[in-house]
């Protein structure tokens, strides 16, 4: 992790570790707070779009109700947060645990709330945060934290095909905010079966490259199956008056991760780089003022603030500071444009605008602008993507020296003939840190899983494993050093 | 409580409490989801507009921090949950609680966040569940539970002036939400001095009358004084370069209570009466179809629903069930305007619009329509608050007979002259279940809180307490039974 990857986010005032013993629990002052609103509404608005409606359930899970599905209480136990006591401090018979994630709350409910095929699919999200008690030594805000928030999308369907279906739809919501909007750039792999969530039939999850190499993943989309449908007895009247169950799916966004990843992807010496989407504050104007014409650059300013403030997100930066001091206070917040306003601008009745990275410098007639702002905008957004496009480095890779070369030129994903055996999973992991990240989704133009999966199989038997040497490798898979 | 209120809360998919071990914490379907939502909405758009900024802290608070202001850290501990074990299940070595209010957290953060008068005021709100451990006994959905929703905004002035403004501030957003779109009366009072918010200088509080006789607080506000200032050091340096301690006030509408609240003041025998402002679905279009003339009704109804789509909340209801059938679901459901359209419609391009209360029944041409529904929509709302406007039942009483008279007349409030004797106040509870609930603030053209506290203080000493009919009276005082 870089170093000024924690001092800019508490400089800039996104994130607030400064809470008395709450290690791990973070504070989020008004710019950071803000940039979460702005990028879960995203979110918000493409599932609302695709049918998705809010629900809400507690924040709060009885430790008998995690257990009901064997494998998923399992996964969880060790990090969970658990309360014993209540009112008065009296100690509870049921013990009550901090929800890790809404399955078996939320599944609990759609026993009740699906009774027939009229009901499907049935397609919800909750905004709210999560919880897990992490090892200590691997918090890092946003990145890992006992709280985090996001959004948890879960859905019914009557079919199994629905269900695959959904995989692609968020996979779609996925690649419109992150990439389209944010310039993140993202991997969907499908990870291997002893990685998948606790539960789940097979998870799809979205991989981001960071500068150290290593990679982050930001969020999942879990076919689920019916293994939790026949745990929690969620089932339907079907046409034919048959009762079954029903398959399920769910979607979770990492959205503190997706904010510590694009701080890290985009930001650089001068501080954070927002793209548009989600910057608190699109256009900062800075009035410059020069002695006997204060007044006139003061109400320009105003002006052009008052004209672009029902379209965009922008502010006039009125403090008694120099305006070499606002450039580089409002450059180190990111915001992605600012506009300076001095006499001659007033004169001319323009404006000069140059943005955050300094490859724009426009000047733009005041009649222009409501209309040239937000183009600028975008074009910014673009400037985003050409520079984070290449980001992911990959390597084929046919020996363990060569992984080790690899590793140390940073290259995110490597990929090599792989047996599978849980000895070969373990040697990674213990000896470079190494995690099988699985087979990439739809990277091909393949139609179905089945057909990525087909893609990556090894059909010769001659071709060994990279690392135990003898067994035959069964996959050409993708791997990676994860946070 | 009415019997109907639980039942039709979750019949109508408002609030779900079929979790597993979990009574006080409930699951929230899509329907009543989607009324917290607008809700919460509804009071996030005038925060914002009132120059209020996002801010997020943690659901958990540790003991050690809770405990830094005396009065607070005593007023919560019976009722709060308490964590004490984390990872891998090994104990805590400082317990954890969850939330019950956010004021030690949030100003634990305001002592870094404002350094200088240039960043006063400081304006912030959380939209959160919080915590308290409720008696078993005193469970109900929305009323009293374990978990529940509301919006906490906590703001930081740099004078005693602002802060009492800010009340006064806070009261217009109740009323331009609470009253003027929900229909809810509402009064708000100075709650005695034993019984305000722990560690604030005082508390105004919004009470609402239900039809037992009671009265529910919805609401409320604590002008905070410099008591949290001292104990968290939150201190700014002036103009003139003095460090000095902020004032604070928070404001806390109950998002839950009031859902509840407008559930049972609005509803009926028939079901929910929703205020259009928080209603999922403002508009229900029912096609009645004919023999023969199915596909023109349908096409037509689908007509009338696109023209409305993008101004309110309309939906069509396609399934097979009759139209008396689909009538009594959305009454149930409480839609304030429903749609009829049949043959006859169809014909003379017009429908038949009708109030979930029977009280308008218009017949409105195809070309008004987007025109005249909104108009429609407000009138319901008229017609809401015609309903509701006297609904505080208020009685002055003169001895404990009287007292009990009254309150066997459901009336919400008695007002009486009393001594704040502890004594009178156990007496009053005991006897009576009857709290003071203070003085009504603002209700007779006061300029500020003085004003009003003058103009229920009795001056003349010959008149004695309602209670202990020994002690002189010092106030005419506001007493309620209360959920």
């Given amino acids: 992790m870089e170093e000024w990857y924690p001092e800019i986010l508490l400089r800039t005032q996104v994130i607030d570790k400064r809470i008395p013993d709450s290690r791990g629990f973070y504070g989020y002052p008004p710019y950071g707070s803000r940039m979460l609103v702005l990028l879960e509404d995203l979110f918000i608005g493409e599932l609302e779009r695709t049918g998705h409606d809010p629900i809400r359930t507690p924040t709060v899970i009885p430790e008998s109700l995690l257990q009901i599905e064997k494998e998923h209480a399992e996964g969880f136990a060790p990090e969970v947060w658990v309360i014993t006591e209540g009112r008065d401090r009296k100690p509870l018979n049921i013990l009550k645990v901090l929800r890790p994630t809404g399955e078996t709350l939320i599944y609990s409910l759609f026993h009740y709330w699906i009774r027939s095929h009229a009901d499907l699919p049935l397609k919800t999200y909750e905004r709210r945060p999560s919880f897990r008690a992490e090892p200590d030594n691997a918090i890092q805000p946003f990145l890992r934290s006992h709280e985090f928030y996001w959004i948890e999308s879960h859905d019914a369907f009557s079919s199994y095909e629905e269900a695959v279906q959904q995989v692609r739809e968020d996979m779609g919501i996925f690649e419109k905010i992150i990439w389209n909007k944010l310039a993140i750039p993202f991997m969907l792999f499908k990870r291997p079966e002893w990685d998948k969530f606790a539960g789940a039939d097979y998870t799809c999850a979205y991989d981001t490259p960071l500068d150290d190499g290593k990679v982050l993943q930001i969020g999942t989309t879990h076919n689920l199956g019916q293994r939790f449908a026949k745990a929690f007895d969620v089932t339907y009247q079907s046409e034919e008056n048959i009762e079954k169950h029903v398959c399920q799916t769910c979607f979770g966004p990492g959205i503190g991760r997706i ?176 995690k099988v990240r699985g087979i990439p989704l739809f990277t091909k133009g393949e139609k179905n899983i089945k057909e990525c999966e087909e893609n990556y199989r090894i059909k010769d038997e001659s071709t060994p494993c990279i690392v135990c040497e003898k067994r035959p490798a069964k996959r050409n898979v993708y791997m990676a050093r994860q946070y």
């Fill in 259 to 434: 904010t510590g990843a694009l701080v890290l992807i985009h930001g650089d010496d001068q501080g954070l780089v927002l793209p548009p989407a989600v910057a608190p504050t699109q256009v900062v104007v800075i009035p410059i003022p020069m002695k006997g014409k204060d007044e006139e650059v003061l109400a320009f300013s105003y002006e052009v603030h008052d004209m672009l403030k029902s379209r965009i997100r922008v502010r006039i930066d009125l403090t008694d500071n120099t305006p070499g001091f606002k450039y580089y206070l409002w450059e180190e917040r990111g915001v992605p444009l600012r506009i300076e306003i001095g006499p001659r601008e007033v004169e001319k009745q323009q404006v000069l605008i140059i943005d955050r990275l300094h490859q724009m410098k426009e000047t733009v007639s005041k009649d222009d602008l409501v209309e040239t702002v937000p183009k600028l905008l975008d074009k910014f957004t673009n400037i985003l993507q050409d520079r984070a496009r290449d980001r992911f480095r990959i390597a084929e890779v046919r020996s363990l020296d060569e992984i080790k070369k690899k590793l140390s030129e940073k290259v995110h994903l490597l990929i090599a003939p792989f047996c599978d055996d849980e000895e070969c999973i373990e040697f990674l992991k213990d000896e470079y840190n190494l």
